[in-house]
């Protein structure tokens, strides 16, 4: 999948140190001065999913490969980005690419952390960022307006277009985003290649101190309160702490740690998940003794899609997908088991998968 999640934030709030400890294929450095990361890293890091080790458990075969998200690492912005000030040309073109916004704010009072802005701010942040790329969107807007006027006298899917980007500049210049403007996904595919900023979903990162990692505090609060009404995700963790979990790599000195931190499990579990929900990915599984798989998929797929995934031949040969949802295989205990209970079933192409079932494609060559 070719979906990415981008980590924005104004400058020093923990962007690379969240970088850091999400991704197990690439390091950015995290120091404490401004633009640090100009060039966008991108990194790998495994979905945590539960269903997969269940069915290893079931299974033993001789490896199990977990699924992955791409987070890309982005230069801070400041304001002004939309005009060019610091790195914003850099900035914007970089989430430009990107399909979701993971949005780090600052929720923490530490006087050897550099910051421009002035008191700790966690709306405040938000706004700067958020009014930067509604700036930059409305921009693309009234260009694609201008270009656009003309075509519409005469052609029919010019006007159409036309009608949606005048909804888009009357909403952006109320100084709202596009994702809370009640576009249908026909507006949505009109406008599509003006690739507006504020289009992207977006969830939320409170990034707090070491005592705040469990119970928050008023200014991750704050956050959480805002969020609600743009119906909004809001992770509170502690990036250092997590970084610090990323870089055990002996699985008992990590249980210790996060036994001494009274953690369960690492916050980076759920910001991973709720991205992988946030770009409308789902999970398919294959199992058997060699390898057990998850696959990626976006959702709605059917199931010739689905195979695509793992082979394009798949999808060109397709002739129908043995299907087990996942609760009956963990009832069952194995494909056989599931087989003889009539929960086994056969589907076609007009199946539309569903996130946890475990599948076996058929397929000419």
């Known amino acids: 999948?070719?979906?990415?999640?981008?980590?924005?934030?104004?400058?020093?709030?923990?962007?690379?140190?969240?970088?850091?400890?999400?991704?197990?294929?690439?390091?950015?450095?995290?120091?404490?001065?401004?633009?640090?990361?100009i060039e966008p890293n991108v990194g790998l890091v495994d979905v945590p999913d539960i269903r997969i080790s269940q069915l290893a458990e079931l299974i033993n075969p001789t490896r199990v490969v977990p699924t992955q998200l791409e987070i890309v690492d982005i230069a801070g912005l400041v304001k002004g980005a939309s005009k060019g000030e610091g790195l914003g040309n850099k900035f914007l073109a970089n989430i430009r690419e990107v399909s979701a916004i993971i949005h780090v704010i600052r929720c923490f009072e530490d006087e050897n952390v550099l910051r421009e802005e002035g008191k700790i701010n966690p709306i405040g942040d938000k706004d700067i960022?958020?009014?930067?790329?509604?700036?930059?969107?409305?921009?693309?807007v009234e260009k694609k307006m201008q270009r656009t006027e003309k075509m519409a006298k005469t052609d029919p899917k010019a006007k159409v277009e036309l009608e949606v980007l005048q909804k888009c500049r009357a909403h952006l210049e109320d100084g709202k985003s596009i994702r809370s403007l009640d576009l249908s996904k026909d507006d949505y595919a009109a406008i599509a290649d003006s690739f507006l900023l504020t289009a992207k979903p977006v969830m939320y990162v409170a990034n707090v101190d070491e005592a705040s990692m469990h119970t928050g505090n008023a200014y991750s609060e704050q956050l959480v309160q805002m969020a609600k009404q743009e119906g909004a995700e809001v992770i509170v963790m502690c990036n250092n702490i997590e970084a610090q979990i990323s870089e055990l790599e002996d699985a008992d000195d990590k249980a210790?740690?996060?036994?001494?931190?009274?953690m369960k499990e690492p916050a980076l579990n759920r910001l991973i998940q709720t991205a992988y929900k946030l770009l409308k990915l789902e999970t398919y599984f294959t199992?058997?003794?060699?390898?057990?798989?998850?696959?990626?998929?976006?959702?709605?797929?059917k199931a010739p899609q689905a195979a695509s995934v793992i082979h394009t031949d798949f999808e060109k040969g397709f002739i129908k997908a043995e299907v087990i949802a996942f609760d009956d295989f963990i009832k069952y205990k194995s494909e056989a088991a599931c087989r003889d209970n009539g929960k086994l079933r056969i589907e076609g192409k007009e199946y539309i998968v569903k996130d946890g079932d475990v599948m076996h494609f058929r397929f000419n060559v």
Do not use: H
């Open 1 to 37: 999948m070719a979906l990415q999640a981008g980590i924005v934030g104004l400058p020093n709030v923990g962007k690379s140190t969240l970088f850091n400890a999400v991704s197990n294929s690439a390091k950015a450095q995290a120091s404490n001065y401004r633009f640090c990361t």
């Open 256 to 262: 210790l740690f996060m036994e001494e931190y009274q």
């Open 287 to 301: 199992a058997g003794v060699q390898e057990v798989r998850a696959w990626t998929i976006g959702s709605g797929w």
């Open 129 to 140: 960022i958020e009014t930067e790329l509604q700036l930059k969107d409305l921009d693309s």
